[in-house]
Structure formats: structure tokens, C-alpha cells
């Protein structure tokens, strides 16, 4: 295989015809990539994304081949997949307001063009959710968010609203789903492509702790910081360590905020799953 990409958590190899999508244990934060793995974290991903895929197979068509057909040294964390044309663009759906939307939120009032009531704090939901898409940036640099006019002009006006409703509906049911399982998701952010023939495919990961804020639904209160079952807790502690993106290179991150990270990925994966790491 041919190594053709290293994204911050992914490295994508060409296999033949296919590719093999492989799930790293790298974390990052603010579009950094931390000099510290967690561990299972691939094999969490990458199981979390399939079990994903089967249950949304009914709302969009995804890029999946095989979850065995893959190199030994891979098994567990990799993903055979199709070639696809992927989208300039990142498809982010928001049923809560946190993050760089509760910063775009206080500074405008809105979210990628989107229009907000007014009184809204951290954590408090929203009257619907939203579509804010972002551009797809390399590693090191950031996306930055656009408004879905742009994304039109970008990608033209039908594939722009097929992207924004498939989103949103993968969005509604992924929320429904965990929501059972005593889990809010806050938001998600989707990658997608087109096949040879032109099918519109869901790519990359899937409601994942990497793609996704999950909250504890029995902990949620508007205001403060949510308990979650993601990657927030190691921004959390980067941010505590008053290390910036822009400012040197990333800390080590310390043995017990691993051990506590992956027993958030852990927590998510069993609730949702039903099933036992």
C-alpha cells in the first residue's frame, strides 16, 4: 500500500482500486495534533463509525467496502473504502450553542449566517438545528466557518442543499438514537463525496467523540461547561495549561487526563453501542 495522506487523527493509504482508512491514536486540539496517543482510541473510532454507518445505511449511502479486508497490522482500526471526489467543505449540523458557535453567537448574534434569538448562554439548545458549514483545512491550519450562500457558490446550489438536508437529517436521527442512551449530541461535523457515478457518499467518520460533542443528558444545564463524553476534556486541560495553537509546541499530555479521556470514548462507545469494549 501507498501512504497518500496523513490527517491529524487519519492516515489514508491506496490499496488497488480502494483505499484503507486508518484510525490513529493521535488526539488534537484546535486543529493541533497533541505529541500524546490515547489509547484504543483508533479501534474506538473506527468501530463506533461502523456501527454508525449500518445504522444510518437507510438515510444516505456511505463510502464502506470492508471492515476486514484490511492489512493485519491495521485490523481493528482500519477501513477499507471507496475512492471518492470529496467536498471542499465540512458539513457541521448544531442542535446546541457552544464552542466557536457560542463565540460567533456573542460576537454577531449569529452563526454562519444564521439568525440566533437572543439570551442564549453555553449549552442552551437551540429552536432548531442548524446547518454551519466550514472550510476543509490541511493539517496545522484551521477551518474557518463560511455561510451556506458561499457553500452554494462553492459547490454549486443543488449539491449545497443536499448536503445541508442529508446533514441535518443524519444530525436529527444520530440525536434521536443517543438520546435513548441518556446522551445529547451538541453537534456533529460530516465529510462527504461523490462516487464514480456521481452518488453523493458519507466519508471519513460518523458521530463520533472526534466529530461530535457529546454531552450526559442527565448533567446538561445551560450556562456552564457540559459534562461530556468527547475530546472537550482534553481541550479543557490544554486550554488550562495556557498553551495556544499559535504559540509554541503542544505539551505532553499528562498519564491520568489520558486515562480519563479514554474512558470517555469508552462511555460513549458502550452506551450507544449496547455492546461491551
Given at each position: 500500500?501507498?501512504?497518500?495522506h496523513?490527517?491529524k487523527?487519519?492516515?489514508?493509504?491506496?490499496?488497488g482500486g480502494?483505499?484503507?482508512?486508518?484510525?490513529s491514536?493521535?488526539?488534537?486540539?484546535?486543529?493541533?495534533?497533541?505529541?500524546?496517543?490515547?489509547?484504543?482510541?483508533?479501534?474506538?473510532?473506527?468501530?463506533?463509525?461502523?456501527w454508525?454507518?449500518?445504522?444510518l445505511g437507510?438515510?444516505?449511502?456511505?463510502?464502506?467496502?470492508?471492515?476486514?479486508?484490511?492489512?493485519a497490522?491495521?485490523?481493528?482500526?482500519a477501513?477499507r473504502?471507496m475512492?471518492?471526489?470529496?467536498l471542499p467543505?465540512?458539513?457541521v449540523?448544531?442542535?446546541?450553542?457552544?464552542?466557536?458557535?457560542?463565540a460567533a453567537?456573542?460576537?454577531?448574534?449569529?452563526?454562519?449566517?444564521?439568525?440566533?434569538p437572543?439570551g442564549?448562554?453555553?449549552?442552551s439548545?437551540?429552536?432548531e438545528?442548524?446547518?454551519?458549514?466550514?472550510?476543509?483545512a490541511?493539517?496545522g491550519d484551521h477551518?474557518?466557518p463560511?455561510?451556506?450562500?458561499?457553500?452554494?457558490?462553492?459547490?454549486?446550489?443543488?449539491?449545497a442543499?443536499?448536503v445541508?438536508?442529508?446533514?441535518?437529517?443524519?444530525y436529527?436521527?444520530?440525536?434521536?438514537?443517543?438520546?435513548?442512551?441518556?446522551?445529547?449530541?451538541?453537534?456533529?461535523?460530516?465529510?462527504?463525496?461523490?462516487?464514480a457515478?456521481?452518488?453523493?457518499?458519507?466519508?471519513?467518520?460518523?458521530?463520533t467523540?472526534?466529530?461530535?460533542?457529546?454531552?450526559?443528558?442527565?448533567?446538561?444545564?445551560?450556562?456552564?461547561?457540559?459534562p461530556s463524553?468527547?475530546?472537550?476534556y482534553?481541550?479543557?486541560?490544554a486550554?488550562?495549561?495556557?498553551?495556544?495553537?499559535?504559540?509554541g509546541?503542544p505539551?505532553?499530555i499528562p498519564?491520568?487526563?489520558?486515562?480519563?479521556?479514554r474512558?470517555r470514548?469508552?462511555?460513549?462507545?458502550?452506551?450507544?453501542?449496547g455492546?461491551?469494549?
Open positions: 500500500m501507498e501512504l497518500i496523513r490527517g487523527v487519519r492516515d489514508v493509504y491506496a490499496d480502494d483505499l484503507v482508512l486508518v484510525a491514536n493521535r488526539v488534537s486540539v484546535y486543529d493541533t495534533v497533541l505529541p500524546t496517543e490515547i489509547p484504543d482510541k483508533g479501534a474506538l473510532l473506527t468501530a463506533l463509525s461502523l454508525w454507518f449500518e445504522a437507510d438515510l444516505v449511502p456511505n463510502h464502506v467496502v470492508s471492515a476486514d479486508d484490511v492489512p497490522e491495521f485490523a481493528g482500526r477501513i473504502v475512492r471518492l471526489d470529496m467543505v465540512e458539513a449540523a448544531r442542535g446546541y450553542l457552544t464552542g466557536s458557535g457560542l453567537y456573542n460576537a454577531t448574534g449569529a452563526v454562519c449566517g444564521v439568525g440566533l437572543g442564549l448562554v453555553d449549552g439548545k437551540l429552536p438545528p442548524i446547518f454551519t458549514p466550514t472550510t476543509k490541511a493539517v477551518d474557518e463560511i455561510t451556506f450562500e458561499r457553500m452554494k457558490d462553492e459547490l454549486g446550489p443543488g449539491p442543499e443536499q445541508r438536508d442529508l446533514t441535518l437529517s443524519v436529527r436521527r444520530g440525536v434521536e438514537v443517543a438520546g435513548e442512551c441518556g446522551i445529547l449530541i451538541a453537534d456533529t461535523k460530516l465529510e462527504f463525496g461523490t462516487d457515478d456521481g452518488t453523493l457518499r458519507l466519508a471519513d467518520e460518523i458521530l467523540p472526534d466529530s461530535s460533542r457529546f454531552w450526559d443528558a442527565a448533567g446538561w444545564e445551560p450556562g456552564r461547561s457540559q463524553f468527547d475530546k472537550q482534553v481541550r479543557d486541560w486550554r488550562s495549561t495556557g498553551w495556544k495553537p499559535d504559540a509546541d505539551p505532553e498519564a491520568e487526563v489520558v486515562e480519563a479521556t474512558g470514548y469508552v462511555e460513549a462507545y458502550e452506551r450507544l453501542t455492546r461491551r469494549w
